[in-house]
């Protein structure tokens, strides 16, 4: 078994790290080169970094402050958030980023996908799915920070957006995010079956047991959670202890 990953992710608004409960309500958690710098020294396997509002605000990625993180950090690192064009993408590698998250604009432009893959690896791309389940039973995808809906089935999107390129998935669950009732693990299962790449898990971690619950029901590669980490509930190296006693191979 390849061995799994710890990605604690930074939501940004306004310059400063924040984390909500399904989306909103957000509260200020800290000041984001300072948590990562917290997140390498306490083993952390990479980093997510994602300017919430850039898509709904219409304005690009908070370039300096990716560059200041990126100098601060010595872990793979995953900007998102206002990326709409090769030309966003290549300001934001050359800020310091390993990876583009690409959410609302994959939907809005599919070919970006494949456009990013092209000029660096597939590697490089990574296809964030805001995923909800509605009353009808359906996995959807959401886009604009989870406010709207899409016609998109999230299983077919995360098919097609491996077809175009993506190297890795980022599905976050919006009914479970911030709830810390633990990962949605059916849509979780689901997409890391279809799919031959990387599937990282999001969304409603709470406790050490719904790591290794993850890990244990879905073949998701890495788990990625916020305020557990940015509050101090679990660190990191309690968590990579956990689950090494579980049996779960981590880095």
């Known amino acids: 078994m390849l061995k799994k990953r710890i ?9 400063r790290t924040v984390k909500g409960v399904n989306f909103v309500g957000l509260r200020d958690a800290g000041d984001a080169v300072e948590l990562a710098k917290r997140y390498v020294q306490e083993g952390a396997d990479e ?3 994602l300017d ?9 990625t908070l370039t300096e402050l990716v560059r200041r993180v990126a ?6 690192f995953t900007v998102g958030g206002g990326i709409s064009t090769l030309e966003d993408a290549q300001a934001i590698i050359r800020a310091g980023a390993d990876k583009i998250s690409l959410n609302t604009s994959a939907v809005d432009n599919p070919e970006l996908i494949t456009g990013i893959a092209d000029q660096f690896g597939n590697q490089c791309v990574v296809l964030a799915i805001d995923t909800k389940l509605e009353e009808n039973g359906e996995w959807m995808v959401y886009v604009h920070g989870g406010r709207t809906p899409t016609p998109l089935r999230t299983l077919d ?7 175009r390129g993506a190297g890795e998935i980022l ?7 911030g709830t810390k009732s633990g990962f949605a693990i059916d849509i979780t299962r689901s997409v890391s079956e279809a799919v031959n790449i990387p599937v990282i898990a999001s969304g409603g971690a709470g406790s050490l047991e719904h ?5 244990r029901e879905t073949r998701a590669s890495a788990a990625l959670a916020a305020s ?24």
């Open 7 to 15: 990605i604690p992710c930074l939501d940004i608004k306004e310059g």
């Open 47 to 49: 980093l997510v970094f």
């Open 52 to 60: 919430i509002t850039a898509t709904v605000e219409k304005r690009k």
């Open 71 to 76: 100098e601060a950090i010595n872990i793979p």
């Open 157 to 163: 999107w995360a098919k097609e957006g491996e077809k």
């Open 171 to 177: 599905l976050t669950s919006m009914n479970n995010d």
């Open 211 to 215: 790591f290794a619950d993850v890990f």
């Open 228 to 251: 557990i980490f940015h509050f101090g509930e679990i660190p990191i190296p309690t968590l990579k202890h956990y689950l090494q006693e579980q049996k779960i191979p981590v880095r």
